[in-house]
């Protein structure tokens, strides 16, 4: 029993979980490619920029996402690295995407946060950086796309804490920038980094040098090196030192400088970053803390997705393990429910590529083959009965009606949207008194639509219009004696169900909203639910 148990510790703490967060064209897949480029699971790196020439991303799997360069699905891609079994959650860059990341920041242990030194903190990586705040995670910083010309170092550390209001402790600092980027000064290590035939698809050289090299005083140049010194001296006595409780509380955040597409500080980041990012760490559920070394196996669900194998029409819960051990093949009580499910056919990912997986630990993400039964935040349990939070539903800000081309391709269309808003790929909702007419969808997005149009057609075989709607403002409501017809507004205000049946108020103008409320008193407008539950407001 000690042996196993000592085993069970061993393996949860070389565990890291962590997600990638940064705006749109900040280098974030790239990034992505490029660790498992170092990680060993890649032999040639892919590329944003190589999509009609053969080469594409691993983490950007659907057709639509190939071809239009950006990610519109969270990806699980989990290699080896250093003794550490690494998950790595490659999270959707775009903001109309927001909700599939919100939603996959719940499984993650550790983000690293990417700022585009040209362009520094833009505004998604605001959003995402109140979310791991929201939930406590601790953030890692790159700096990425030193090879170009930026902005000061200096300046984009200030920047960073002005707006984002976290104190920057930099772990390494660049020598040179733009054409002169060659390297880095490793602050923890204090030692100089040379980087040789770095670049492209293939791992970078790197070499030790001293202050006094002369091949380093070359490259340099004798003003460039001496200015090199005095920015080292600076941050020795100015800079803030770096404190790792302070880091694991997300109080503090360490910075690290590079570039992703020349993969200049990569491999160092990564050496640091795997002892930095903690170990599975404590989740709150409805029994209390729960340690990740309980020898209990425990879980939630965090992400659906549908046909990743269009030719078998699959359906794939994505589980974080939150204790003990998973075993192919092992019973788990599905606490919404109260049933006992058999785990028999469960997948570990590089994206779309699956492998069957026999066994995995608390940290890891496994992914169960689902007949339909299992829902986003689904809690599954061997032992006491333990519920982990919820993740939410939020108000959708764009709303658009269906209009199917084909009328006898209702049943697919029912089937496509109906799987599409499980996945939280979309929201649906229907008229309460003509319940057969065109459905109206909700996103977070604009884009989202096109995707839910590409996805219809692509693997249901539906080819559907869109009408769109004036609403701007949603919220779900509940109260007692609601007279849902009182939120009738025609054109400008209307009262929908959701697929759960939920009344929710879809309104032109927050003008429109805050009279509802200021009118209805005894009723509760809800910016946020939990699927499958009753309602409540959520952050």
């Keep these: 029993m000690d042996e196993q148990l000592n085993r ?3 393996e949860v703490a070389a565990r890291r979980t962590f997600a990638i967060i940064s705006h749109p064209d900040a280098g ?4 992505t490619e490029k660790l498992l480029l170092y990680g060993g699971a890649l032999h040639v790196a892919g590329s944003v920029r ?5 080469r594409q991303t691993t983490s950007d799997w659907m057709e639509i996402e190939r071809q239009r360069g950006i990610s519109v699905s969270t990806s699980v891609l989990q290699f080896e690295y250093a003794g550490r079994h690494m998950n790595l959650l490659d999270t959707p860059g775009h903001n109309d995407f927001s909700e599939d990341t919100y939603r996959t920041l719940a499984a993650a242990d550790t983000a690293i946060m990417l700022i585009d030194c040209v362009k520094g903190v833009e505004p998604q990586t605001i959003k995402l950086f109140q979310v791991c705040r929201m939930r406590g995670i601790p953030i890692v910083t790159f700096v990425n796309k030193l090879d170009r010309d930026g902005k000061d170092p200096f300046e984009l550390l200030d920047e960073i804490e002005r707006v984002l209001g976290i104190p920057c402790s930099p772990a390494n600092w660049p020598m040179g920038v733009g054409r002169s980027f060659v390297g880095l000064f490793d602050r923890w290590a204090q030692s100089l980094q040379v980087f040789h035939g770095a670049g492209g698809s293939h791992r970078g050289e790197m070499r030790r040098a001293s202050w006094d090299d002369a091949e380093l005083l070359e490259i340099l140049g004798k003003g460039q090196l001496q200015r090199l010194r005095d920015e080292v001296a600076l941050l020795e006595t100015a800079g ?3 404190d790792r409780e302070r880091f694991l509380a997300g109080q503090i955040t360490p910075v690290f400088f590079g570039s992703a597409m020349t993969n200049c500080g990569l491999e160092p980041m990564l050496d640091h970053f795997v002892d930095l990012a903690p170990a599975p760490r404590v989740r709150m559920t409805s029994a209390g803390p729960l ?7 425990s879980g939630f669900v965090f992400k659906i997705q549908a046909n990743m194998d269009p030719q078998h029409r699959d359906r794939i819960a994505f589980v974080r393990i939150c204790s003990g051990r998973f075993v192919r093949g092992m019973d788990a009580r599905h606490v919404r429910t109260g049933k006992t499910l058999s785990l028999s056919r469960s997948v570990q990912f590089m994206a779309q590529t699956r492998t069957v997986v026999d066994e995995a630990y608390s940290g890891d993400i496994v992914g169960l083959w689902d007949p339909g039964v299992l829902r986003i935040g689904d809690s599954l349990c061997q032992g006491q009965l333990v519920e982990f939070e919820g993740i939410p539903r939020f108000s959708p800000e764009h709303f658009v009606r ?5 009328p006898l391709k209702r049943k697919q269309l029912k089937k496509g949207l109906e799987q ?10 229907f008229d309460r008194q003509r319940m057969e007419r065109d459905p109206i969808l909700g996103a977070v997005g604009v884009l989202q639509f096109e995707v839910i149009a590409h996805r219809l057609r692509g693997e249901y075989g539906v080819r559907i219009g869109f009408d769109r709607l004036p609403y701007r403002y949603a919220r779900w409501i509940e109260g007692d004696s609601l007279d849902l017809n009182g939120f009738e507004l025609p054109g400008r205000q209307s009262c929908v169900v959701d697929v759960e049946g939920r009344p929710l108020v879809l309104f032109e103008t927050d003008y429109l909203l805050a009279r509802a409320q200021e009118r209805n008193k005894g009723v509760t407008f809800i910016s946020a639910v939990q699927p499958g539950r009753s309602h409540r407001a959520a952050a």
């Design 28 to 31: 974030k897949t790239t990034l």
């Design 8 to 10: 069970l510790q061993a």
């Design 240 to 242: 803030t030192p770096f």
């Design 402 to 406: 269906v209009r199917l081309n084909d």
């Design 291 to 297: 340690d990740p070394a309980e020898p209990a196996f």
């Design 420 to 429: 599409l808003s499980e996945e939280g790929a979309v929201q649906v909702f």
């Design 50 to 54: 190589s999509r009609g020439e053969g």
